[in-house]
């Protein structure tokens, strides 16, 4: 028995040993791939006190400061851009396509057009949302995007609003990889659910506000010189270029660049979140980590629920208004009552948000507000009763499902580490939601107007295997956890991680201390 327990304590001394070898190859590999946040740590070190970025009140106060300077930034950013996403989709009930002589597809080839330009232009952005300070970057594109919505104003044909659609499609790729990047710069994994939650709550609000925006158009006097889409294209142009201009002067690229914090301020931040492993800056690319990404799993799983997920989307950004039309209402009242959509994401993000923050497994509380949204699917395409209102509160309910979103944005950068494959991870997301955005549209087909019943059941289908796949990821990271528990031991306390480890530019498949959340 004593031989037996002695060869079990050398096979683990082994492995612990075999493990920092492969921990000792990795940073030998990527000694030039550490985290610009390392070289501000080293620089700073004897100014702050670095025991800061421990002590609970302090981080309390500083997290404070950081939600009411950061998270606005991205909450009234991610307002503008839903409300700019949906304007094609409530210019549509306000005569666009009578206006602009739009026949059979091309409205739905116009709204795909948008996503076809955003998929290409997130390729491109694998290598630039890395290389590019990312608020600058992000703050250009927003100029580009908002002069491309206030274009939009002067189109007559079917071609010029395929212009200016593509346009715009290609410079918003990069706002939501910039957002989840920006966000998790300060804050740990645990924290940041919330944050992503309250940032994309701007859903919700654009909701409400965009049909509100809608109604207030469709009462422009007939006589006026441009009708009320064009007004409204036009106005919420110049709005988003005015906050744009805000973005450039006042968001920071990085916490270490942050003109409101003090050097002892960042230096307790930069402590406080290296239990994330995961990084802040760093601006090579390195090859090894982009083969990595694209060979693995679970970046290829987030990939394919953000599909299903942008399928289900295409409904919501270019045929609710249209849909609830369809169910016998004018086009002011369906303005009026998409509004009622919002609460429901509002509520739901909520649920989701915060649940993942305060009770963890994030795979759950993406089913629990995805089932509203398949119940809500399943009524708009077997209604029963009141079939208006049955409908109705299907349109209402499918809106649940826009609240996974941020739990699967969060998810990635809480579980992809290593500076070239996040970027990586975080622009496949957006090609996901592109291609899933393409999807949703053209299952709108005008030969199947004004029901659209195949595009319903699609949608239903897209929602039920976005659960099961959610499983299925959820399993796989337990499995991985699991395995790493038995072999390599874990270091269960923030300080007990050096900061050459927790900034050393390594991927979550070389860290061997980084545990996957699930």
Same mark, same amino acid.
């Given at each position: 028995m004593a031989e037996k327990g002695s060869s079990t304590e050398g096979a683990v001394s082994t492995l612990e040993s075999l493990g920092e070898s492969v921990e000792a190859v990795a940073i030998a590999l990527h000694s030039k791939a550490h985290d610009e946040a390392l070289d501000f740590l080293e620089r700073h070190r004897n100014e702050a006190n670095v025991t800061l970025g421990f002590n609970q009140c302090y981080v309390r106060r500083l997290k404070r400061n950081l939600d009411f300077y950061v998270i606005p930034f991205m909450l009234v950013m991610y307002t503008l851009n839903f409300i700019d996403k949906t304007l094609l989709n409530y210019g549509n009930v306000m005569g666009l396509s009578e206006d602009l002589g739009l026949r059979g597809n091309d409205y739905s080839n116009a709204s795909s057009a948008f996503w076809f330009a955003n998929l290409a232009a997130a390729v491109i952005n694998i290598h630039l949302i890395q290389r590019l300070p990312t608020s600058k970057w992000l703050g250009v594109c927003l100029i580009g995007w908002s002069i491309s919505t206030a274009c939009t104003a002067a189109v007559r044909t079917y071609g010029g609003l395929l212009a200016t659609r593509i346009v715009s499609g290609a410079f918003e790729a990069v706002i939501p990889p910039s957002v989840m990047l920006l966000t998790a710069q300060y804050y740990t994994k645990a924290e940041q659910a919330s944050r992503f939650a309250i940032w994309y709550m701007g859903i919700g609000f654009g909701q409400i506000l965009g049909g509100l925006i809608s109604w207030a158009f469709q009462n422009v006097s007939t006589h006026a010189m441009l009708t009320g889409w064009r007004i409204m294209f036009l106005t919420l142009g110049l709005v988003t270029l005015i906050f744009a201009l805000s973005i450039l002067m006042f968001l920071p690229d990085t916490p270490m660049q942050a003109r409101f914090l003090s050097n002892e301020e960042k230096v307790a931040l930069l402590k406080h979140i290296k239990v994330n492993q995961t990084g802040v800056e760093g601006k090579r690319f390195i090859l090894s980590q982009f083969t990595e990404a694209l060979r693995d799993f679970q970046?290829?799983?987030?990939?394919?629920?953000?599909?299903?997920?942008?399928?289900?989307?295409?409904?919501?950004?270019?045929?609710?208004?249209?849909?609830?039309?369809?169910?016998?209402?004018? !086009?002011?009242?369906?303005?009026? #009552?998409?509004?009622?959509?919002?609460?429901?994401?509002?509520? %739901?993000? =909520?649920? &989701?948000? /915060?649940?993942?923050?305060?009770?963890?497994?994030?795979?759950?509380?993406?089913?629990?507000?995805?089932?509203? !949204?398949?119940?809500?699917?399943? #009524?708009?395409?077997?209604?029963?009763?009141?079939?208006?209102? %049955?409908? =109705?509160? &299907?349109? /209402?309910?499918?809106?649940?499902?826009?609240?996974?979103?941020?739990?699967?944005?969060?998810?990635?950068?809480?579980?992809?580490?290593?500076?070239?494959?996040?970027?990586?991870?975080?622009?496949?997301?957006?090609?996901?939601?592109?291609? &899933?955005?393409?999807?949703?549209?053209?299952?709108?087909?005008?030969?199947?107007?004004?029901?659209?019943?195949?595009?319903?059941?699609?949608?239903?289908v897209f929602l039920s295997l976005l659960v099961c796949l959610v499983a299925v990821l959820a399993f796989y990271y337990l499995v991985h956890n699991n395995i790493r528990n038995r072999r390599f031991t874990v270091r269960e306390e923030v300080e007990d991680i050096p900061d050459e480890k927790a900034y050393a530019g390594h991927t979550d498949k070389e860290n061997l201390d980084f545990r996957y959340t699930y």
């Open positions: 970046i290829w799983a987030l990939f394919i629920i953000t599909i299903l997920n942008g399928s289900g989307g295409g409904v919501i950004t270019a045929y609710s208004a249209t849909l609830i039309k369809s169910f016998g209402y004018s !086009a002011k009242r369906s303005a009026l #009552l998409l509004m009622g959509t919002g609460p429901v994401t509002l509520s %739901t993000t =909520l649920i &989701g948000g /915060f649940g993942s923050r305060y009770f963890g497994r994030r795979w759950m509380w993406i089913i629990v507000v995805t089932i509203p !949204a398949i119940i809500g699917s399943c #009524l708009m395409a077997w209604p029963i009763g009141n079939k208006q209102h %049955t409908a =109705l509160a &299907g349109v /209402f309910l499918v809106n649940a499902f826009i609240s996974l979103t941020p739990v699967v944005y969060q998810w990635t950068m809480s579980n992809v580490a290593g500076h070239t494959k996040r970027a990586y991870a975080s622009a496949m997301l957006q090609a996901a939601f592109a291609i &899933g955005n393409i999807i949703g549209p053209q299952t709108f087909r005008a030969k199947d107007a004004p029901g659209y019943q195949p595009a319903k059941i699609c949608t239903v």
